[in-house]
């Protein structure tokens, strides 16, 4: 073996450094992720805040409505982020021996009689 067919100190600290780095980005994504209802709905907000005083103080006909379209899109869409993790929650709810409890239960009473005959 030669020393080019060798991996040297460097080439693996390198990667090890690598490694760390996208560790360290896929932390901060996952926790922009477990914000991100919260943050999208402080855009909205701020959207809204800003339309009112575009509209009252600043007498911006134009910049008030497009703001007030950003928040209510912002709304919108913090609506359907909180509507989706609320049914991730629930099919998390239920384990495997959940399932099959919950399948078994809406079985009427006389197909498991039968089963159980047959059986």
Known sequence: ??????????NATADTTKLQ????????LIKIGKYLPWI???????????AVFYFTWWSSMAWGILNLVLAVGGFLFFAQLVRRRKIHRENYLY?????????????????????????
């Open 1 to 10: 073996m030669t020393e080019k067919d060798l991996p040297s100190s460097s």
């Open 21 to 28: 780095g996208v560790i360290v980005i896929l932390t901060i």
């Open 40 to 50: 999208v709905l402080a855009f909205a907000v701020g959207n809204m805040t800003v």
């Open 95 to 119: 384990t495997r021996k959940d399932d099959a409890h919950r399948e078994t239960a809406d079985i009427p009473q006389e197909r498991k009689v039968r089963t159980a005959e047959a059986g």
